[in-house]
């Protein structure tokens, strides 16, 4: 059992966040991680320390970048309803992208894009460092592109929506990014639907 602090928080979550102060801020200063189609405001993981459930999406959008949160534009309004769905608050798992960086895609800044394979490379190894402090005990790749870099395989959705595979000792489950876009899809929110209950399953093994 870790120990309780004064300000009631847990001596193991203290290192964490100690932890992972010093990732980012490494993070910011790597030069070799920025080009001109990434966004000038770095966003941060957030939520729950010790969590059963980390989620893991792709990059920022332009609701994230102006308030420097994950997940807190529509999807993360979509991610709060799937999660209210099976009983899990937000406040209970952490939330996270692969690149911390919003991708853009042109000087205007005015659109999103995917990030390409070469950033998903070379912000991999920064993730998997956010994933080891953080040790959750299930990983949920939300959408194919978090998914494909740490699987290191070609993710196809519609096979690949509610799969779990295996990461290092922890169950990885695949689901459709929770975008407006797939989310006003019926096919596609069904989806979701099936993929988080898939979460829920995982999550009740996993307490078991």
Not at 61 to 82: H, M
Not at 84 to 105: A, C, H, Q, Y
Not at 115 to 129: M, V
């Amino acid at each position: 059992m870790q120990e309780i602090t004064a300000k009631g928080k847990k001596q193991g979550d203290i290192a964490k966040e100690k932890a992972l102060q010093g990732l980012y801020a490494l993070i910011k200063s790597d030069g070799m991680l920025k080009n001109e189609l990434l966004g000038k405001r770095f966003v941060p993981g957030e939520g729950c320390l010790s969590p059963r459930l980390l989620f893991v999406g792709e990059a920022p959008g332009k609701d994230e970048e102006e308030q420097g949160r994950p997940f807190v534009g529509a999807a993360g309004r979509n991610l709060g309803r799937l999660l209210e769905e099976i009983g899990i608050s937000r406040e209970d798992v952490f939330i996270t992208n692969l690149v911390k960086f919003r991708p853009v895609s042109d000087a205007k800044r005015s659109k999103n894009r995917k990030p390409s394979k070469k950033e998903a490379k070379a912000w991999l190894p920064c993730l998997e460092k956010e994933m080891k402090i953080i040790n959750p005990g299930i990983i949920v790749c939300l959408g194919a592109s978090s998914a494909e870099a740490l699987l290191g395989r070609k993710i196809e959705m519609r096979k690949d929506n509610s799969r779990v595979f295996e990461w290092r000792g922890l169950k990885l489950l695949v689901s459709y990014h929770p975008s407006p876009l797939n989310f006003n899809n019926p096919e596609k929110r069904k989806g979701l639907k099936e993929a988080f209950i898939g979460i829920k399953r995982l999550v009740k093994d996993c307490r078991s």
